[in-house]
């Protein structure tokens, strides 16, 4: 059995919510370094919540104790990106860098090389110059993970990146996220896919806003948990 991997988040006590309304209310829970965490649970269980928290999108009570370096790269549900944001594809991989350089700044080779990167691991150069309101949504996911990536964060948070994706478009975006966790980076992603989560290094299953388990998919989407979560009373 391999040694387990170092922690790149402990999270304690972790509160949030909206206009006045709790919404999560986490104890503890951990994110390993240079791994793929799944984030699961029914609707309303907090997983758009927590990665808000995560990223820091969203102000809440309680400690995030980080063992990363820089700012995470948060990569938000698509309903949450304008569809008529005015700029092409190749524009919108390229705000990835906006975080290290500011966004009026010439970018730096070191820029280019990231977005290059980006831009060819999820198969973009074809429609790079398009506007990003005529893709389809396939290729809008790809470009929102991108972006994410150009980052090149140490840690990664991807709230349901391969919805509404079309079969291509989740296997780039599969490969893409493991591509980050062999460089070292920590991945985050929701899912509602449970085959999906089944193939992550670690899982966390939130219900009605608290952690109901953690730790190997194997051990976390059990028939019985599963049947508790899922299956109403």
């Given at each position: 059995?391999?040694?387990?991997?170092?922690?790149?988040?402990?999270?304690?006590r972790l509160?949030a919510?909206?206009?006045?309304?709790?919404?999560?209310d986490?104890?503890?829970?951990?994110?390993p370094?240079?791994?793929l965490?799944v984030?699961?649970g029914p609707?309303?269980?907090?997983?758009?919540?927590l990665?808000?928290?995560?990223?820091g999108?969203?102000?809440?009570?309680g400690?995030?104790?980080?063992?990363?370096?820089?700012?995470?790269?948060?990569?938000?549900?698509?309903?949450?990106?304008?569809?008529?944001?005015?700029?092409?594809a190749?524009?919108?991989?390229?705000?990835?860098?906006w975080?290290?350089?500011?966004?009026?700044?010439?970018?730096?080779?070191?820029?280019?090389?990231?977005?290059?990167?980006?831009?060819?691991?999820?198969?973009?150069?074809?429609f790079?110059?398009?506007s990003?309101?005529?893709?389809?949504?396939?290729q809008?996911?790809?470009?929102?993970?991108?972006?994410?990536?150009?980052q090149?964060?140490?840690l990664?948070?991807l709230?349901?990146?391969?919805?509404?994706?079309?079969?291509?478009?989740?296997?780039?975006?599969a490969?893409?996220?493991?591509?980050?966790?062999?460089?070292?980076?920590?991945?985050?992603?929701?899912?509602?896919?449970?085959?999906?989560?089944?193939?992550?290094?670690?899982?966390l299953?939130?219900?009605?806003?608290?952690?109901?388990?953690?730790?190997?998919?194997?051990d976390?989407?059990?028939?019985?948990?599963?049947?508790?979560?899922w299956?109403?009373?």
């Amino acid at each position: 059995m391999s040694a387990p991997s170092p922690t790149a988040v402990e999270i304690t006590r972790l509160r949030a919510g909206y206009r006045g309304k709790r919404v999560l209310d986490i104890e503890s829970a951990e994110i390993p370094a240079a791994s793929l965490t799944v984030v699961v649970g029914p609707n309303g269980a907090g997983k758009s919540t927590l990665m808000a928290a995560l990223a820091g999108t969203l102000p809440g009570d309680g400690a995030l104790r980080t063992r990363y370096r820089g700012r995470p790269a948060f990569v938000p549900q698509r309903s949450a990106v304008p569809e008529a944001l005015p700029c092409t594809a190749f524009d919108a991989v390229a705000m990835g860098r906006w975080a290290k350089r500011g966004p009026w700044r010439r970018l730096t080779a070191a820029d280019r090389a990231a977005i290059g990167e980006a831009v060819e691991r999820l198969e973009i150069t074809a429609f790079a110059y398009r506007s990003l309101g005529a893709l389809s949504g396939g290729q809008r996911q790809r470009v929102l993970v991108a972006q994410g990536l150009a980052q090149r964060a140490e840690l990664l948070l991807l709230d349901e990146p391969d919805a509404g994706a079309d079969p291509h478009a989740r296997r780039l975006i599969a490969e893409a996220i493991r591509a980050e966790t062999r460089r070292g980076s920590a991945v985050v992603q929701v899912s509602h896919d449970l085959t999906e989560a089944r193939a992550a290094d670690h899982c966390l299953l939130l219900h009605r806003g608290r952690l109901r388990a953690a730790g190997h998919p194997d051990d976390v989407l059990t028939p019985e948990l599963v049947n508790e979560v899922w299956v109403p009373a």
